[in-house]
Every structure is written in structure tokens, then in C-alpha cells.
């Protein structure tokens, strides 16, 4: 009986340390996704412009298109409590924004 009584308060104690430790990390993403245009420009263009957002703090992820007329699609996700480092960076490349 005391063994039984025992391995029922370890195991409740267990599962109230692996409750606890999962409430301490922030599962939830916070992300943003923009869409932005650039006309005129080439598939080199855009595959440098991928890489030099890829390394901008705050941007999660980079997802350019080309179009036959040389137009990049580009929607970018962003970090939703560090996006300014990705929005300034985008725009400095040339970059328009479409409204979501």
C-alpha cells in the first residue's frame, strides 16, 4: 500500500514539473506575413535580396517569386515583436509594400 501511495505522489509530481516547464516556453508564434513588389529587377537580384533578409534580425523567413515581366512577389515573415529591423531592410532593397 505505502509503494502504491508513493509512486502516485512521484508521478503527480512529475507531471506537475513537466506542466511547469512548459508553460516557461513561449510556443505561441508571433509572426507577421507582408507581401511586397519590385518591378524591373532579375532572378540574381532576387535570390541576393532573399539571403540579405534571411540575415536581418526579426525576419523568420523569405519567400521571393519572379514573374515573367520581372516583377518579384515577395512575402516575408517577420517576427511580430522584432519586425522593424525586416520592414526598414526590405524597403531599403527596393521593395513596395501590397496592404494585407
Known sequence: MRISAL???AGTALL???VALNACGDRTRHEVRLTYIKHDSSEQR???DKEDLLHTRGVRNALPAIDSSNTITLQLFLDERD???GRNEVLSLGYVQIRN
Open 7 to 9: 509512486m502516485s505522489v
Open 16 to 18: 506537475g514539473c513537466a
Open 46 to 48: 532576387m535570390l541576393h
Open 83 to 85: 519586425d522593424v529591423p
